[in-house]
């Protein structure tokens, strides 16, 4: 699934505080920091399948209100960190969404167990033929 950066970016709110870490000056006088938060259950951009996809496997990351929250303070500007906090928020959605193909099991042939069983074999003739043969 395709999510629409410019549709799930009017869906989320944003909280900023001063970050720390490098900076100067400016750490101390600017809110770089951004707390990305987004509520699966009240967005129109999904349907109630993939809602409910969405809060099964994102039910760790979620708050005690609900909203999945993504953090970012690794830039010095609250623009750049608005924006990957949002990249961050989409691929967490769209790997969330991803449905796993069921694996089936698979049994192995006859012939493939018999031709492992011949190699051995051979390995063990091989290295029996190495011995001395020592008599007493």
Known sequence: MNINKAELQKETFYKTSRSGGKGGQ?????????????????????????????????????????????????????????????????????RSLQVQKSRKATKVSKTVKAARLDTKKLQSAKKEGRKKNFEI
């Open 26 to 94: 400016n750490v101390n006088k600017v809110s770089s920091k951004v707390e990305l938060l987004f509520s699966v259950d009240s967005s129109a951009l999904f349907t109630d399948d993939e809602k409910q996809r969405l809060n099964e496997k994102l039910q760790n990351r979620l708050n005690k209100d609900g909203y999945v929250q993504v953090i970012c303070d690794e830039e010095r500007s609250q623009y750049l960190n608005k924006e990957k906090a949002l990249e961050r928020l989409i691929v967490l959605l769209t």
